[in-house]
């Protein structure tokens, strides 16, 4: 069974950093892009960041592609995501998921982890 735990995020002053990791456990032969998902209050879930475990092939979203970083370590089983240059507007829930390349940045991978909180400040 595919399982995902989010760890990090907080709160952050603008121009800050912040590093969310993704413990991925159950990995399967379908689940091999993770990516990172975040809705802010009132808005759609929007697609963030996703890396191939395999190729390490990486996309971003345009908001985040100058100041996102998204990585995968296969001998831990984690996805990283290190966020600079925090913006207020960046506040919002952050979801990891798991699937394949078009599942995951269409949304619409079947796991997902329960979700962690990144609040920004200015």
């Known amino acids: 069974q595919v399982q995902l735990i989010e760890s990090g995020g907080g709160l952050a002053q603008a121009g800050g950093s912040l590093s969310l990791s993704c413990e991925v456990s159950?990995?399967?032969?379908?689940?091999?892009?993770t990516g990172w998902f975040r809705q802010a209050p009132g808005k759609v879930r929007e697609f963030v960041s996703a890396?191939?475990?395999?190729?390490?092939?990486?996309d971003y979203a345009d908001f985040a592609r100058d100041r996102f970083t998204i990585s995968s370590d296969s001998a831990k089983n984690t996805v990283a995501l290190q966020m600079n240059s925090l913006k207020p507007e960046d506040t919002a829930v952050y979801y990891c998921?798991?699937?394949?390349?078009?599942?995951?940045?269409?949304?619409?991978?079947?796991?997902w982890g329960q979700g962690i909180q990144v609040t920004v400040s200015s």
């Open positions: 998921t798991i699937g394949t390349w078009i599942t995951v940045h269409t949304g619409a991978a079947d796991y």
């Open positions: 159950g990995r399967t032969s379908n689940t091999y892009v």
């Open positions: 890396v191939n475990w395999s190729s390490g092939k990486t």
